[in-house]
């Protein structure tokens, strides 16, 4: 190494030519081809090459030659095919050195240009080999293959935040907000939606939070801000768009796969003499009835009443849906992944595709069904004088709704007699410490012409008293046979309330509404356990088998007591807990949080009203307060009046509500 050498080093991931001014210790001070001097330690050279400048021929002539040899050196990399080295070469797996590298490159008389040339084109593409000054080793074909795959995510990456973001300028750009019209997008378009949508729903976890960051930057938009309307102008989203469906990953459509297994049951309709129903009792000549909601389609109960010498016969039937639906069929995996049916104000989401949920498993009028049959014999005091829970097959001859059962109620004689069982039940559990909450249910739905329509519904009406309490009975005889039986189900126990507020059924809206507060949280478990919050030594639920998951369960462990089925072990029942407790949880945030959503959209148009409010408990800078006509908890701001106290009765008006955001801003008077 002499001053006037040729060296190559690398400068940012470029490989500069540059000529020896001064050698001192290992230090080499250089002039680049640049035009600039650098002090470089000798062992980052990369080449030492014999051909040598006079430095004393001046700056300006050693930076011109520096760049000539530059220029022809880069030239010469055209030549370089490094695909057809590495074909030849990466079957030997070993280093390969500069000079035997440039041989295959450049048969014959190979200088120190060509050498610069090859280790300049591997340089450049290290796809193929491994670059070491002086030596080269052959990536192995699976690692050429993810590093070609990474290169070409890499440059897809750069030309969709190139395209993309000039497609967002353009449709921000546009009058009206809208955006770009077919044929002008282009193809970014569709990407781009989900991109940002990804970004908007998952942000730092979305897949490709990075790319839709520079993308957004690239448009001009701040990706820190609220995206939402962007995401309504741009047609990702609808404005009343249900976010959490999306961001807990809540299925809504079916698979293929069940709906091909539905398709294939649904024809299947079962008769009283269909050889798929031997050993079921026949009661389709029973009167039996439903009671449900208007809306609704999937019935999975029905009611039957009959009078004894001594007594009277309540039986409720459930229909069999595990009949149809088998355990790790594609169905069944689909509603366990589901855990429940979802009902909202604008949607419904069931567990079970339609053609079963409203269809083959629906207790429709007219219609034989697979049921599981609970009777109950009641003494003429009506207390229960014993049960008998059997396989059979219904037919349902009137399907009533709420509404049609609460006008008759003082007047039908069997809804009086049954009235009379539901009464005497609550009397009972009431006496063995049940906590009798029922605060007024708030029912939200949105008419065709997509107005939101609000109503409180009394719990305690005739109608949802009698059917309430004889679900409840029905699920209780279930635990009992079970628990007699010794079989592992979806058991619910509850612990006693840390605190009761008042006895038996004396207890005000805000009492009943505090309570619910003190009540310790259910606890699912494959054995038995008393149940303080419904006054009963053991507890399942079994009577919506269409509709929950657990429903089904527990169906089938009735359905193995009567020699239909296999039963569930203890351990599989604790893994199916396990594997339900997160959509389960889903459910019920999705639920909690539509229904919140849809009323506060409905007092978005009340803004400037009064409405009437309990107060809940004080707060650092004010008050807890439930809007009693909807049912929702709110902060109301001190503004300094007369001090308020729990179960305090006021006026508040609506000063701002936004219900996108989850706001709401009340102000007292």
């Not at 699920?475 to 592992?488: Q, S």
């Not at 054995?527 to 919050?533: N, Q």
């Not at 088998?545 to 359905?559: H, N």
């Not at 109301?636 to 305090?648: H, K, N």
Request: aromatic share 8%; with cysteine; charged share 25%.
């Amino acid at each position: 190494m002499e001053v006037g050498n040729i060296v190559e080093y690398i400068d940012r991931e470029r490989i500069l030519c540059a000529v020896i001014l001064e050698i001192r210790n290992q230090r080499l001070k250089l002039l680049t081809e640049t035009n600039r001097e650098v002090s470089l330690s000798a062992g980052r050279l990369l080449r030492l090459d014999a051909t040598r400048l006079d430095p004393q021929m001046g700056r300006f002539r050693l930076v011109d030659r520096l760049r000539e040899v530059a220029e022809k050196r880069n030239a010469l990399v055209a030549a370089v095919t490094i695909r057809d080295l590495w074909e030849v070469l990466h079957p030997e797996n070993e280093w390969i050195d500069l000079e035997t590298l440039t041989a295959f490159c450049f048969p014959g008389e190979a200088n120190g240009d060509h050498q610069s040339a090859v280790m300049r084109a591997v340089f450049n593409d290290r796809l193929y080999f491994r670059f070491h000054p002086g030596r080269f080793f052959p990536n192995p074909p699976d690692q050429v293959e993810r590093l070609f795959a990474r290169r070409e995510a890499e440059a897809r990456r750069a030309r969709l935040i190139e395209a993309g973001g000039a497609w967002l300028r353009q449709a921000l750009a546009r009058p009206g907000g809208g955006e770009p019209a077919a044929g002008e997008a282009g193809e970014p378009a569709e990407e781009c939606r989900r991109l940002i949508r990804d970004f908007f729903l998952f942000g730092r976890e979305a897949a490709e939070q990075e790319t839709a960051r520079a993308l957004l930057e690239r448009a001009g938009v701040d990706p820190g801000g609220d995206l939402f309307p962007l995401c309504v102008r741009l047609g990702i989203f609808a404005e009343d768009e249900n976010l959490d469906l999306l961001r807990l990953r809540v299925p809504v459509a079916f698979p293929e796969e069940a709906l091909a297994a539905a398709a294939r049951v649904a024809p299947a309709r079962p008769s009283a003499g269909a050889g798929g129903l031997a050993g079921r009792v026949d009661l389709t000549g029973l009167e039996l009835f439903t009671i449900d909601g208007q809306a609704t389609l999937d019935f999975d109960d029905a009611l039957s009443l009959e009078t004894l010498p001594d007594g009277l016969r309540l039986g409720v039937h459930i229909v069999d849906v595990a009949h149809f639906v088998r355990r790790e069929d594609p169905l069944d995996r689909e509603a366990r992944k589901r855990g429940s049916s979802i009902y909202l104000p604008d949607q419904r989401i069931p567990m079970l595709p339609p053609a079963l949920a409203e269809g083959l498993c629906s207790l429709r009028a007219g219609e034989v069904r697979p049921a599981i049959t609970t009777f109950v014999e009641f003494a003429s005091d009506l207390s229960v004088r014993g049960f008998r829970i059997l396989p059979s097959w219904v037919r349902v001859k009137e399907q009533r709704t709420y509404f049609d059962v609460n006008l008759l109620a003082d007047q039908d004689p069997k809804l009086l007699r049954l009235r009379g069982i539901a009464r005497a039940f609550r009397e009972a559990r009431l006496a063995a410490g049940a906590v009798h909450i029922a605060v007024p249910e708030i029912n939200v739905w949105i008419g065709e012409n997509g107005e939101v329509h609000v109503n409180r519904l009394n719990r305690e009406s005739p109608a949802r008293m009698l059917v309430a309490e004889i679900m409840i009975l029905a699920n209780w005889l279930m635990a009992r046979c079970l628990a007699e039986n010794g079989l592992p189900a979806v058991f619910r126990a509850q612990p006693e309330p840390r605190e009761r507020l008042y006895a038996g059924e004396e207890g005000s809206l805000f009492q009943q509404w505090m309570q619910r507060r003190l009540l310790n949280r259910f606890v699912l478990s494959p054995v038995p356990g008393k149940h303080s919050g419904l006054g009963l030594s053991a507890y399942v639920t079994a009577t919506s088998p269409i509709r929950k998951y657990y429903d089904l369960v527990t169906q089938r462990q009735i359905r193995a007591v009567l020699g239909l089925e296999a039963p569930y072990t203890a351990e599989e029942i604790d893994a199916l807990l396990q594997d339900l407790a997160l959509p389960m949880s889903r459910v019920a945030q999705v639920q909690v949080a539509r229904q919140r959503y849809w009323l506060l959209r409905h007092l978005e148009r009340r803004v400037g009203q009064k409405e009437e409010a309990i107060v809940l408990q004080r707060r650092r800078n004010g008050y807890q307060v439930l809007l009693t006509e909807y049912m929702l908890e709110c902060d109301l701001p001190d503004a300094g009046g007369p001090e308020l106290f729990p179960e305090d009765l006021i006026q508040v008006t609506l000063q701002a509500v936004n219900a996108r955001k989850d706001q709401i801003v009340l102000a007292i008077g």
